[in-house]
Nanobody
């Protein structure tokens, strides 16, 4: 069984920053997997916002490019998402999962709310 546990969300003012963390556990060779951060805003579909290959190459959705950095620590089975210059439209529940998605791996996510 594989479990992803996200943390680090919260309420932040526009222009602020957050660092999200995702801890992986269970029967997964974390270092062999491309990992992604996804988000789902109210009334919208879940979308991939950032991904990081097992060798460290990263990709970003246009909506967060230039404001976010994804990173990973394979020794600790952790993946991070540093988000800067946050906007109200970044408000969503953020999840981590593999790329491509494994539906059975979805965790509870972490809520990010950007509001003044």
């Amino acid at each position: 069984q594989v479990q992803f546990v996200e943390s680090g969300g919260g309420l932040v003012q526009p222009g602020g920053s957050l660092r999200l963390s995702c801890a992986a556990s269970g029967s997964i060779i974390f270092s062999d997997r491309t990992m992604g951060w996804y988000r789902q805003a109210p009334g919208k579909q879940r979308e991939l916002v950032a991904s990081i290959h097992m060798y460290g190459f990263s990709n970003y959705a246009d909506s967060v490019k230039g404001r976010s950095t994804i990173s990973r620590d394979n020794a600790k089975n952790l993946v991070y998402l540093q988000m800067n210059s946050l906007k109200p439209e970044d408000t969503a529940v953020y999840y981590c999962n593999t790329v491509p998605i494994r539906t059975e791996y979805w965790g509870q996510g972490t809520q990010v709310t950007v509001s003044s």
